[in-house]
């Protein structure tokens, strides 16, 4: 009686008539049916690959979506091309941020020169070696200074013309300067004259910066200096740029000072002699 009740299924005639109909080999058989064990082990295996080809797909649009999220954030954090105001520069280089004249007449001239640079940073690169320079405006004026020696100074020398005096370029060229010859000396009625040809200067790198430089030259009338013994004169500059096909940019130049001082050896050898007698 009790072996009976420990064989006895404990599940209801009417759970068990709804119970799967697939037949499972029995383990007290070793195995059961092999057409039946057969068909099992096919959909136990058709299971398991439909899941791995879910979590395989799965895995891909993970990775679509990581990929597009990553490409957002290049493109958000990819810097911005300059614009064409940030591109260029323009720079004042004298060749004498200070200079002595001795002696001379009042009629004499002194010529004085710089380079104008300009510079993009960041250049098209299908462009190379451009003369890219289609204006310039240089200027140059004195400052209007007390008179050190107003008793010395001719009468025939308007003070007021000669501390506003001021000359800018017209427009004038000479050719290339190699640095042999003696120094332009320009008329004064041309102006401010440049180098005829902008020296381009040749990069490291093939992407830039591009720079071009250009010499310039101008006569300081030494008859300004009867005045005073030393003048502050002051250099501004801006360039006009553009590359074929493209808009044209103005760019300007930060101004520089420039002290010039016209001393007379006569004046000095007196003050020595002066100096000298009185100990």
């Known amino acids: 009686m009790r072996k009976d009740r420990q064989v006895k299924s404990s599940i209801a005639p009417e759970a068990a008539s709804k119970a799967p109909s697939v037949p499972f080999p029995s383990v007290e058989s ?34 679509k979506t990581k990929d597009k999220k990553e490409h957002k954030l290049m ?5 911005l091309r300059p614009g064409a105001q940030e591109r260029f520069t323009l720079e004042i280089i004298p060749d004498e941020r200070h200079a002595t004249m001795w002696d001379g007449n009042d009629d004499d001239m002194y010529a004085w020169s710089g380079t104008l640079v300009v510079t993009d940073t960041k250049p098209p690169s299908h462009i190379f070696s451009m003369d890219i320079i289609k204006h310039l405006d240089i200027r140059f004026h004195a400052v209007a200074e007390p008179s050190a020696h107003p008793e010395l100074s001719p009468a025939a020398l308007d003070h007021a013309q000669y501390d506003a005096w001021n000359t800018r370029h017209f427009g004038h060229s000479i050719p290339p300067w190699d640095g042999t010859l003696p120094t332009p000396l320009p008329d004064p009625s041309r102006g401010i004259v440049v180098e005829r040809s902008p020296k381009f200067v040749e990069p490291k790198n093939r992407d830039g910066p591009f720079t071009w430089l250009v010499r310039f030259w ?19 500059a801006k360039a006009i740029v553009q590359y074929a096909c493209s808009p044209k940019t103005e760019v300007k130049a930060e101004s520089i000072s420039v002290g010039i001082e016209r001393l007379r050896s006569e004046r000095l050898l007196t003050v020595s002699h002066n100096g000298s007698g009185g100990r």
């Open 30 to 63: 070793g195995g059961g049916d092999d057409k039946t064990s057969g068909s099992t082990k096919e959909l136990v295996a058709g299971m398991l690959d439909d899941i791995a080809r879910d979590r395989a797909d799965r895995a891909k649009e993970l990775e």
């Open 75 to 79: 493109i958000k954090l990819k810097p």
């Open 218 to 236: 101008l006569s300081i009338p030494f008859a300004l200096f009867a005045h005073a013994e030393h003048k502050t004169f002051v250099c501004q």
